[in-house]
């Protein structure tokens, strides 16, 4: 082979013809883990290469701040890396549940968290890691006049304790990002930074990421998307119609938005989906909807037009026709008359059939508006996005059957409508789509948000988006029972959603710390456990220390006079008041995956080794502990 055959040569088709090259597969196990991590420089030749931005790896494996760096491609700015410590950096809080302010608490799968999102992501972690098909984020649009997120940073982690349980934390965590901030691109990059980062851990390998904003935070939003997410991973970008006569801004009449798509891993992701438009005949077959496709021949037929079954052998060769009189005889394809010809129609299953999304959708904001109206709400929230736009998307993402009831996360919650969008759905197509809506208890000001603070005073609410944001869900649901009485579909309907609040743990500090104090402090201790904390407080922070979901269905059963938890059926068994031998032996007869008590629950220290050892007797395959 000649030097420039050589050169033209695929290089798919050339032997490597030298030992592997374990740098380069390190760096990919390093972009897999790390793909924010992975930064480009050049060759011997000049020709750019994948590369490690170690300074940033550095920072990834550290738990205090790695300072450094030499120039290279990537976005930096002001915070960066105080984004990748706290993101990192663990918090001593807990979700506690509020059965008051929720819908069929013991047997919904949906959750409402009421908190900073930073907190909630970090909380989510065990229980939700890997678990999440969709995230959509609509975050602040940075307009110099909304809140973002004043996250607090610190330079290690030795005090998180302490730091968690700041009453500035809960109580001022929210700030006007004015455009006389010299910090205000870089401080609404800090607060997206960690937050993207810790979403991606909850996603799918199959799931996607999809963002909404404008023309002022466009370019850093894909900037951080390339990053966190790899450029490799994008979907693509939807161009968004939100107002048919558009709104007049500086120099132009503005009226779109953009919507990024990012996959958690291109390689495995399906691409979005909506219902194809059917032209061609239908028909039920075991009670599944199928089209039949008429013109399929057509590409492969050409210039020749619509294809004539009599004419296949002409136009194709013998294993054609047999292919199709094989498709004939099955079922799979079927013989119509048409004007002169007979056209072979292909069955197509409608339910998994789908076209892909054009790039310029159309969702108005005054449907959004509309979407409220319908629940008396119309005045209580600004720009809401309208339920079409989520309905699309997840019905995009969650297309095929498989996906019918896999989880939809909303790490700004706002006015509800993905939660709306959800449970439409779910009544449209029977499926059993969860979400998991997150939203900050966003103070209302009585001035300039008049309707919504009146709002909440006329029904009790204290004045915060969150409340809001749940009445809308429950409305919502309400709404949508009343609309489709006649679908069967709603028999199973899961209208409710259990309100989790994030809140400071229920461990008192010498739960952590125990060396700092002496045998005598420890002994004058009643409990490492807060007074005003209850066995279902104590269950829900178990749960997100096991990993365990936090949707499964809770029943609370009263055995030997104490209140015993049952959660998933017997995925976990919890019980926090007196342990007794007889209470033990009922609950090992239902052989639980998980058990777990407080040591409060046992009389004598030796009594925790007599527990662990009747399980171990009755019910072997349970893992037993104590907080």
Known sequence: MTNSALANKNDDDMLDMHSPNLVDDNVQKIMALFPNCITESEDENGKPKKAVDFDLLRQELSQSLVEGGQERYRLDWPGKRQAILEANSPIAKTLRPARDESVNFDTTENLFIEGDNLDALKLLQESYLGQVKMIYIDPPYNTGNDFIYEDNFAENTEDFLERSEQIDEEGNRLITNLESNGRFHSDWLTMMYSRLKLARNLLREDGVILISIDDREQANTKSLLNQIFGSANTVGTFVVVRSEGGGLAKNLIKGHDLLFAYAKDITKFAPLLRPKDIRGKTEVIDGEEYWIEEDWLREEFGKYGTCDYNDIIKFFDKRKKEEIDAGIESGKYVLIEKGDKTIVGRYRKISEDGSKFYSVIKHLNKNGANDLKKLGLDKEFSYPKPVSLLKDMILGTTFFKQDKNAIILDLFSGSGTTADAVIQLNAEDGGNRKFIMIQIAEPIDSDKQQDAYNFCQENNFEANIAEISKERIRRAGKNIIKDNQNNQNIENLDIGFRVLKIDSTNMKEVYYTPDEYSQ????????????????????????????????????????????????????????????????????????????????????????????????AQLSPDTQVKFI
């Open 520 to 615: 005598a402090e420890l002994d004058n201790l009643e409990s490492h456990i807060k007074e005003d904390r209850t066995g279902e407080d104590l269950l829900f922070q178990v749960m997100l220390d096991w990993g365990v979901p936090l949707s499964l269905p809770i029943e609370v059963k009263d055995i030997q006079g104490s209140s015993v938890y049952y959660v998933g059926i017997d995925s976990l068994v919890a019980c926090f008041d007196t342990l007794t031998t007889d209470l033990v032996d009922e609950v090992s007869k239902d052989e639980p995956l998980k058990f777990v008590s407080s040591e409060l629950a046992i009389t004598h220290d030796q009594d925790k080794t007599n527990i662990k050892a009747r399980f």
